[in-house]
């Protein structure tokens, strides 16, 4: 069964830095496109960076210069590292990817997301 798993999430103080991470496993042939979404309560879900599987990143105008995202084909990960996290950053985040699976056939699969809370 393919899914993704992340991790890392957690309670910081304005200021801090926090990593989440998110493992792809299962009968995977292939990883392409990758990225972390955020929703926060009564708000529309945004995008907060993605890579494609050539490296290129691209970031939400709000991170930029703060956030950064990274990959690590062998191990099926994505991280996103977050750093001068602002309370405007709580939200529960969910990365994404684009996996080929059985059949050569690329599908889209989510995690569960993963609650980061910025406060002091």
């Known amino acids: 069964q393919v899914q993704l798993v992340e991790s890392g999430g957690g309670l910081v103080q304005p200021g801090g830095s926090l990593r989440v991470s998110c493992v792809a496993s299962?009968?995977?042939?292939?990883?392409?496109?990758m990225g972390w979404y955020r929703q926060a309560p009564g708000k529309q879900r945004e995008l907060v960076a993605d890579?494609?599987?050539?490296?290129?990143?691209n970031y939400a105008d709000s991170v930029k210069g703060r956030f950064t995202i990274s990959r690590d084909n062998a191990k099926n990960t994505v991280y996103l590292q977050m750093n001068s996290l602002k309370p405007e950053d709580t939200a529960v985040y969910s990365c994404?990817?684009?996996?080929?699976?059985?059949?050569?056939?690329?599908?889209?699969?989510w995690g569960q997301g993963t609650q980061v809370t910025v406060s002091s």
């Open positions: 890579i494609s599987s050539a490296g290129s990143k």
């Open positions: 299962g009968s995977i042939f292939g990883i392409y496109g």
């Open positions: 994404y990817a684009d996996l080929l699976i059985v059949g050569n056939q690329l599908r889209n699969y």
